[in-house]
């Protein structure tokens, strides 16, 4: 992509309203744009990482087991009336009304829907496991959307259903899920902790939020130091096999969230110099509830001894959009974001540093076309600008690598390579630069 002609309105000034590191970020990249309060635009370059967060969320689900479906994000108010959730969900839920009059709302959630799809095309523990997701917007009315993406009324969650019949069928699927969050957040580039957690308004008793450390965030989680050096992708996880290991090696030492916070447990179970005390971004949560919604929505299936029974339930739920908030606090500097290479929107920016000299020109040319061939993603600032403000930009939307071509190393037959992780830069010639960008 040629920024010339990208539509990438980067600003100078910080934005007033943005509290936060990342929401500033994304406001000064470009990346999105306020529609009204908790409503967002995506823009090409917040909307790259956008889909290649969903895309990696959506392999790690498929891996597990998980089939991609899609539902509506609008939702008929009778199905929540059946399971007792159309008063409970009060003001967050956002109602709306048909041409017939007939109570329709923006689905902040899908369990009742998905229950209802299941109801009327499975009736026989020989269907089960299944195990069914979405990726799709949510809408929560909420009190105090703030923080850009991280807490947007309107957002894009990944949603899993899982059914099977009984307990030990379960906690089965809760753990491939525990375990597909433990890749997914590793691939991204980040150190989700999964923590005890309360259930709130999806119900049930056993349940997991996973967490990402940061100074911005809004709970306040308490846990032992020593999970923080755990590898959360693990080797060769393969889910056919009995995970309860895996799941209770990373949940035996103490990870809570202040809900189910206990000073005393804390303090008997983890020694004073390995008691972390921090604030944390909630990126995903999990949750097991049974029956909640199968038996007052009747998902039933007939047991091998041709029994009744209700099915039983978990679902899984991952921050699509406010992991791209997340990612950003995890990692940005003084100048600008730094992406992980997995997410990043282009993986190289090609900066031309004299458009006015022929030889730079075509040595740009050519690279980005080489580039191109070779399937890497390539940004090139191709604008007659100061080389300054190039500089600033592209460390502002921070692509892991710059290869920078200015007439003075070019005479020599070299261009300079910076990592925007850690600043390294090299001249090397170009024959190097593209062997280890393609590479
Ligand atoms: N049905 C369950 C699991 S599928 C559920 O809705 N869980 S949840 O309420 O915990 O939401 C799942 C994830 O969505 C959260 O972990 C969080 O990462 C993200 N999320 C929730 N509310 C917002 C919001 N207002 N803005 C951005 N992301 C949100």
Not at 10 to 17: D, G, I, N, Q, S
Not at 127 to 151: A, N, S, T
Not at 276 to 292: A, K, S
Not at 337 to 362: H, Q, R, Y
Request: net charge negative; aromatic share 10%; hydrophobic share 40%.
């Amino acid at each position: 992509m040629r920024l010339s002609a990208y539509f990438m309105p980067t600003l100078k000034e910080t934005p007033a309203e943005a509290e936060i590191v990342s929401h500033r970020l994304m406001l000064r990249a470009g990346m999105v744009r306020q529609a009204s309060a908790g409503i967002y635009s995506w823009l090409p370059l917040g909307f790259r990482v956008l889909k290649k967060i969903e895309q990696i969320v959506r392999e790690e689900q498929d891996r597990a087991g998980a089939q991609e479906v899609l539902m509506p994000t609008i939702q008929s108010a009778d199905l929540w009336r059946q399971s007792g959730r159309y008063d409970a969900y009060g003001a967050e839920m956002l109602r709306i009304e048909d041409r017939h009059g007939r109570d329709m709302l923006y689905g902040p959630t899908n369990e009742e829907l998905i229950t209802d799809i299941f109801r009327t095309s499975v009736r026989s523990y020989r269907d089960l496991p299944r195990m069914l997701y979405h990726i799709q917007w949510k809408f929560r009315d909420e009190v105090r959307p703030r923080f850009g993406v991280m807490r947007g009324r309107e957002f894009l969650m990944k949603d899993n259903y899982s059914f099977d019949l009984d307990y030990e069928g379960a906690k089965k699927s809760y753990n491939k899920m525990f375990v597909s969050y433990l890749r997914t957040f590793a691939r991204l580039g980040l150190q989700a902790i999964p923590m005890a957690a309360d259930t709130g308004p999806i119900g049930g008793d056993l349940s997991h939020e996973f967490i990402i450390l940061a100074d911005t965030g809004e709970s306040e989680v308490f846990c032992h130091g020593d999970i923080l050096d755990f590898d959360g992708l693990g080797e060769g996880i393969d889910y056919q096999s009995d995970l309860e290991p895996v799941v209770q090696a990373w949940t035996k030492l103490y990870a809570r969230t202040d809900d189910k916070h206990d000073p005393a447990v804390f303090e008997r179970e983890v020694p004073a110099e390995k008691r972390v005390q921090r604030r944390g971004i909630e990126v995903g949560h999990i949750f097991y509830f049974g029956t909640t919604y199968s038996e007052p929505l009747k998902a039933l299936v007939a047991t091998p001894e041709d029994e009744s029974v209700a099915v039983h339930m978990g679902s899984y739920g991952i921050g699509v959009s406010r992991l791209v908030g997340a990612v950003i606090e995890a990692s940005h500097d003084e100048a600008g974001i730094i992406w992980p290479e997995a997410v990043a929107p282009f993986k190289v920016g090609l900066i031309n540093l004299k458009v006015a000299a022929a030889d730079c020109s075509k040595a740009c040319e050519e690279i980005y076309a080489k580039l191109q061939e070779a399937g890497v993603e390539v940004l090139y600032d191709d604008r007659d600008e100061r080389a300054g403000a190039k500089f600033a930009e592209m460390d502002l939307i921070g692509l892991p690598w710059q290869l920078v071509v200015g007439p003075r190393s070019l005479d020599k037959g070299l261009v300079e390579l910076k990592r925007r992780a850690g600043g390294q830069r090299e001249e090397v010639s170009l024959e190097t630069a593209l062997a280890r960008l393609t590479g």
